[in-house]
């Protein structure tokens, strides 16, 4: 049972790990000048189109129709 508890703890761990290290590039990149360059001259940020609940609601209603 030890063994278990080390092996989770290492995923958790890594895990954990993964999300900062990702968290902490893309903030880098985001505020760095050469990420706002490629941003404002290639466009590459995509917009967020806001979904309304009730467009949600229909298109599932629509798919467990058929």
């Known amino acids: 049972m030890e063994v278990w ?5 290492w995923l958790v761990s890594l895990f954990i790990l993964y999300i900062v ?3 902490a590039v893309k903030d880098g990149i985001d505020r760095s000048e050469v990420g706002r360059l490629i941003i404002k001259k290639y466009a590459v940020k995509e917009e967020i189109v806001p ?3 009730e467009e949600i609601e229909r298109e599932l209603e ?3 129709k058929e």
């Open 5 to 9: 508890g080390v092996i989770l703890m």
């Open 21 to 23: 290290i990702f968290a």
């Open 51 to 53: 979904v309304s609940d």
């Open 62 to 64: 629509d798919r467990f």
